[in-house]
């Protein structure tokens, strides 16, 4: 699919702009890729041409069709002369360009659009719509047959001048550099030329051709092909090679490829040039390179053995073979391959070698498969083990034993434990890791899984942490970790992190690590992230059953009852049943004293007497003193919630029962706890009585005296009290004496 763009001089463009600019265009065109595109719309006629061309003479100018890069995209445009613009000044031109993807080209070469249907000769109205075109077809003048005949005609000098211009082109883009300058004053004889060197080269190498059939101003161009006209001043510096084609041809020195197509071109072996098209990239030239690397042990670039290799699966003379098994040690890994899998014994085996010592030092590269003659045995063993200590990360040490696995080469399990365990560091990733050991031979991988964990055991913490990956853990939880306990509770912890193990599972696996004076600390870190997230009550039983009294060698694990408490609250039903497990269990220490603590407080309810309740009190002070603030509030304010709910005097009786802690966190939790109407009263009366009983609770007065000296809590507390003397004279002992003689009456 190919988008569109006409560019021309226009008196009201889509913006209302005078000028030369871009008028029509395909819709959806991305932003910017006109900017791509305009370097290749211009036009600038032959000087040789009046100033005001008749209509004949604009007919007759050249076209100029141009290829290239655009962006990531390639451009192919077409700029015709039109004469006046709308002004009535002569200059203006139509540059009418595609912009393509390179699969809208395959098998296409882009010259064959020349006089294509495709090409407009008027510009489209300003803001037009130009179609997307789906369907490139090529136009009618430029089939290969018809080029044949063409050359030809031209008889011997036209084929000196195809394998001119086939090795300058060639030069041209195997360099990056040089330019061809056709001049000619016929356009169809440059078009035809470019033709034929498309048509000479595979398509892979064509889509890099650049070219312009004319231009007025070839030192501003940038293509590989230029073509322009003879009266078109070139500059004494043009940097290109300038061949006039009414001029006999000064041969350069021709390459194989030259050559080679020439004649095909000659003998209209059009077949023939296909085939050599079926090379692709890989020029035909380092057949030559193959022939000195046998005979005299030529140094052979990387590129020129890449391309001899794509001819060893060919028809080859017998004679090559041993020379090339004798030059085994100066190929590389993809030539020495290839006379494996293609060449006799006599170049296979010492190729076969080279690609064995190859592989030992790439992991990239697969070594052959099958074993290799004993005489190379024992010389790539010992290169195996260099490479083994040598190995450039885990990837490399796995790729030397896969090479030694295939090849039959003999390596020591210690020694491969050894290289795997100098492998743990800063370097490596436990899902490399992990990827690598699954992918090992079979045979190998309990002993690379033992390197590993002998490495991560003396790693450093934060390096064992980092290495241990998701795919990592899993690989090596099937194991037995206990003498590695360190790598033991980081396997759990990378588990868990990756949500293939609960935390309950987690926290029981991490139990099995507890042996050696570094590993409890890592186990309660680890402990502390498992159980950032409060526990359920099913959490805290199943641990209470599983590990029992070993909780208590956690702290993390010993405050999860608590923390469950707090979640649910006193009063829960699974508060109690955790409370009950934890008592069952004889966990000691603070994890007992939260449970007692909770139990007492639930059982305050039953308790009849103030005595039995203050005991209780005094034990819930006890118990709650050391425990956490937020444990200790809630089971407090509970206690405290449900003491309310008795009567006053009993109330009054327990206070006075109680000493000082255990007195002031109770009434502070009932006198914070915002009373309502009932409970002031009760409080109050409670005040009365604790004085009538001959004892001052200080907090309690003066909370008593700032409620009732208030003028609306006064006569709702003295309507209650009415009927009880004693009280009511007790109220009276909470007023202030001025406000008193102003309730009877006074001044």
Same mark, same amino acid.
């Given at each position: 699919?190919?988008?569109?763009?006409?560019?021309?001089?226009?008196?009201?463009?889509?913006?209302?702009?005078?000028?030369?600019?871009?008028?029509?265009?395909?819709?959806?065109?991305?932003?910017?890729?006109?900017?791509?595109?305009?370097?290749?719309?211009?036009?600038?006629?032959?000087?040789?041409?009046?100033?005001?061309?008749?209509?004949?003479?604009?007919?007759?100018?050249?076209?100029?069709?141009?290829?290239?890069?655009?962006?990531?995209?390639?451009?192919?445009?077409?700029?015709?002369?039109?004469?006046?613009?709308?002004?009535?000044?002569?200059?203006?031109?139509?540059?009418?360009?595609?912009?393509?993807?390179?699969?809208?080209?395959?098998?296409?070469?882009?010259?064959?659009?020349?006089?294509?249907?495709?090409?407009?000769?008027?510009?489209?109205?300003?803001?037009?719509?130009?179609?997307?075109?789906?369907?490139?077809?090529?136009?009618?003048?430029?089939?290969?047959?018809?080029?044949?005949?063409?050359?030809?005609?031209?008889?011997?000098?036209?084929?000196?001048?195809?394998?001119?211009?086939?090795?300058?082109?060639?030069?041209?883009?195997?360099?990056?550099?040089?330019?061809?300058?056709?001049?000619?004053?016929?356009?169809?004889?440059?078009?035809?030329?470019?033709?034929?060197?498309?048509?000479?080269?595979?398509?892979?190498?064509?889509?890099?051709?650049?070219?312009?059939?004319?231009?007025?101003?070839?030192?501003?161009?940038?293509?590989?092909?230029?073509?322009?006209?003879?009266?078109?001043?070139?500059?004494?510096?043009?940097?290109?090679?300038?061949?006039?084609?009414?001029?006999?041809?000064?041969?350069?020195?021709?390459?194989?490829?030259?050559?080679?197509?020439?004649?095909?071109?000659?003998?209209?072996?059009?077949?023939?040039?296909?085939?050599?098209?079926?090379?692709?990239?890989?020029?035909?030239?380092?057949?030559?390179?193959?022939?000195?690397?046998?005979?005299?042990?030529?140094?052979?670039?990387?590129?020129?053995?890449?391309?001899?290799?794509?001819?060893?699966?060919?028809?080859?003379?017998?004679?090559?073979?041993?020379?090339?098994?004798?030059?085994?040690?100066?190929?590389?890994?993809?030539?020495?391959?290839?006379?494996?899998?293609?060449?006799?014994?006599?170049?296979?085996?010492?190729? #076969?070698?080279? *690609?064995?010592? @190859? &592989?030992?030092? /790439?992991?990239?590269? =697969? $070594?052959?498969? !099958?074993?290799?003659?004993? %005489?190379?045995?024992?010389?790539?063993?010992?290169?195996?083990?260099?490479?083994?200590?040598?190995?450039?990360?885990?990837?490399?040490?796995?790729?030397?034993?896969?090479?030694?696995?295939?090849?039959?080469?003999?390596?020591?399990?210690?020694?491969?434990?050894?290289?795997?365990?100098?492998?743990?560091?800063?370097?490596?990733?436990?899902?490399?890791?992990?990827?690598?050991?699954?992918?090992?031979?079979?045979?190998?991988?309990?002993?690379?899984?033992?390197?590993?964990?002998?490495?991560?055991?003396?790693?450093?913490?934060?390096?064992?942490?980092?290495?241990?990956? #998701?795919?990592? *853990?899993?690989? @090596? &939880?099937?194991? /037995?970790?206990?003498? =590695? $306990?360190?790598? !033991?509770?980081?396997?759990? %912890?990378?588990?868990?992190?990756?949500?293939?193990?609960?935390?309950?599972?987690?926290?029981?696996?991490?139990?099995?690590?507890?042996?050696?004076?570094?590993?409890?600390?890592?186990?309660?870190?680890?402990?502390?992230?498992?159980?950032?997230?409060?526990?359920?009550?099913?959490?805290?039983?199943?641990?209470?059953?599983?590990?029992?009294?070993?909780?208590?060698?956690?702290?993390?694990?010993?405050?999860?009852?608590?923390?469950?408490?707090?979640?649910?609250?006193?009063?829960?039903?699974?508060?109690?049943?955790?409370?009950?497990?934890?008592?069952?269990?004889?966990?000691?220490?603070?994890?007992?004293?939260? &449970?007692?603590?909770?139990?007492?407080?639930?059982?305050?309810?039953?308790?009849?007497?103030? %005595?039995?309740?203050?005991?209780?009190?005094?034990?819930?002070?006890?118990?709650?003193?050391?425990?956490?603030?937020?444990?200790?509030?809630?089971?407090?304010?509970?206690?405290?919630?449900?003491?309310?709910?008795?009567?006053?005097?009993?109330?009054?009786?327990?206070?006075?029962?109680?000493?000082?802690?255990?007195?002031?966190?109770?009434?502070?939790?009932?006198?914070?706890?915002?009373?309502?109407?009932?409970?002031?009263?009760?409080?109050?009366?409670?005040?009365?009585?604790?004085?009538?009983?001959?004892?001052?609770?200080?907090?309690?007065?003066?909370?008593?005296?700032?409620?009732?000296?208030?003028?609306?809590?006064?006569?709702?507390?003295?309507?209650?009290?009415?009927?009880?003397?004693?009280?009511?004279?007790?109220?009276?002992?909470?007023?202030?004496?001025?406000?008193?003689?102003?309730?009877?009456?006074?001044?």
């Amino acid at each position: 699919m190919a988008w569109q763009f006409h560019y021309t001089s226009a008196e009201a463009g889509p913006t209302g702009r005078a000028g030369f600019q871009f008028v029509a265009e395909s819709p959806g065109v991305p932003a910017g890729l006109s900017t791509h595109v305009a370097p290749y719309l211009t036009y600038r006629p032959p000087p040789g041409l009046p100033t005001a061309p008749s209509a004949q003479q604009i007919g007759a100018m050249p076209v100029a069709m141009a290829y290239g890069p655009a962006g990531d995209r390639i451009a192919l445009t077409r700029c015709v002369y039109l004469g006046q613009d709308y002004s009535g000044r002569f200059g203006n031109f139509l540059g009418h360009a595609l912009v393509l993807d390179d699969d809208d080209l395959v098998g296409l070469r882009p010259i064959e659009l020349w006089r294509a249907p495709i090409w407009s000769d008027a510009p489209a109205a300003p803001g037009s719509a130009l179609p997307e075109l789906t369907d490139l077809a090529p136009g009618p003048t430029l089939d290969p047959e018809s080029l044949g005949l063409w050359l030809r005609a031209g008889g011997p000098g036209a084929y000196d001048r195809l394998g001119t211009l086939l090795e300058l082109t060639r030069q041209a883009l195997t360099t990056g550099h040089g330019r061809l300058l056709l001049v000619s004053s016929d356009s169809e004889e440059i078009v035809r030329w470019i033709a034929v060197i498309s048509y000479s080269l595979p398509w892979e190498v064509v889509k890099r051709l650049s070219f312009v059939t004319y231009s007025g101003d070839p030192a501003a161009t940038a293509q590989t092909i230029v073509g322009t006209t003879p009266d078109v001043w070139l500059p004494s510096d043009l940097d290109a090679t300038v061949l006039p084609l009414d001029q006999p041809v000064q041969r350069v020195g021709w390459g194989r490829f030259a050559d080679t197509v020439t004649e095909l071109w000659r003998r209209m072996n059009l077949a023939g040039i296909d085939e050599l098209g079926t090379f692709g990239q890989a020029d035909p030239e380092t057949v030559a390179a193959l022939v000195a690397l046998c005979l005299s042990g030529a140094s052979v670039s990387e590129e020129e053995q890449s391309a001899i290799t794509s001819l060893i699966g060919g028809e080859l003379p017998e004679w090559v073979w041993p020379a090339i098994g004798r030059r085994a040690d100066r190929l590389g890994y993809e030539l020495a391959a290839a006379v494996v899998a293609h060449g006799p014994p006599e170049a296979a085996d010492p190729c #076969a070698a080279r *690609c064995v010592r @190859l &592989a030992l030092r /790439d992991p990239s590269l =697969a $070594p052959p498969v !099958g074993r290799l003659p004993g %005489r190379y045995l024992r010389e790539l063993s010992a290169a195996a083990g260099a490479e083994l200590d040598g190995a450039a990360g885990l990837a490399h040490l796995i790729a030397v034993l896969r090479v030694a696995d295939l090849t039959g080469l003999s390596l020591s399990a210690a020694g491969v434990e050894r290289a795997v365990a100098a492998q743990v560091g800063e370097g490596l990733t436990g899902a490399v890791a992990a990827g690598e050991v699954a992918g090992s031979p079979l045979g190998w991988r309990e002993v690379l899984l033992a390197g590993l964990v002998a490495g991560l055991e003396r790693a450093a913490p934060g390096v064992r942490t980092r290495v241990m990956s #998701a795919e990592l *853990c899993d690989l @090596l &939880a099937g194991h /037995d970790l206990r003498d =590695a $306990p360190l790598t !033991g509770v980081a396997v759990v %912890r990378g588990r868990f992190a990756a949500g293939r193990i609960g935390r309950v599972d987690a926290t029981i696996r991490l139990f099995r690590y507890g042996r050696g004076n570094e590993v409890p600390d890592e186990r309660e870190t680890t402990l502390a992230e498992i159980w950032r997230r409060e526990p359920t009550d099913d959490d805290c039983l199943r641990l209470i059953d599983e590990l029992g009294a070993a909780m208590q060698t956690s702290f993390t694990l010993c405050a999860l009852p608590g923390r469950a408490f707090v979640r649910y609250g006193v009063k829960a039903t699974e508060t109690a049943r955790i409370a009950e497990r934890v008592r069952s269990a004889g966990i000691p220490g603070f994890p007992a004293d939260d &449970a007692d603590a909770v139990l007492v407080a639930i059982g305050l309810a039953n308790l009849e007497s103030p %005595r039995s309740v203050a005991a209780a009190v005094e034990r819930l002070t006890g118990l709650t003193g050391q425990t956490d603030a937020a444990l200790a509030s809630l089971i407090r304010r509970r206690a405290a919630k449900t003491l309310a709910g008795r009567d006053p005097r009993f109330r009054t009786t327990l206070l006075l029962q109680l000493p000082d802690p255990s007195l002031c966190w109770l009434l502070e939790t009932w006198l914070a706890a915002k009373p309502n109407r009932d409970e002031q009263a009760a409080l109050l009366e409670i005040a009365i009585r604790v004085r009538l009983a001959g004892m001052e609770i200080a907090p309690l007065d003066e909370w008593a005296r700032a409620l009732v000296n208030g003028w609306t809590r006064f006569g709702s507390m003295e309507n209650r009290f009415k009927n009880d003397p004693e009280l009511a004279a007790g109220l009276k002992e909470f007023i202030r004496p001025k406000r008193w003689h102003r309730l009877r009456g006074g001044h």
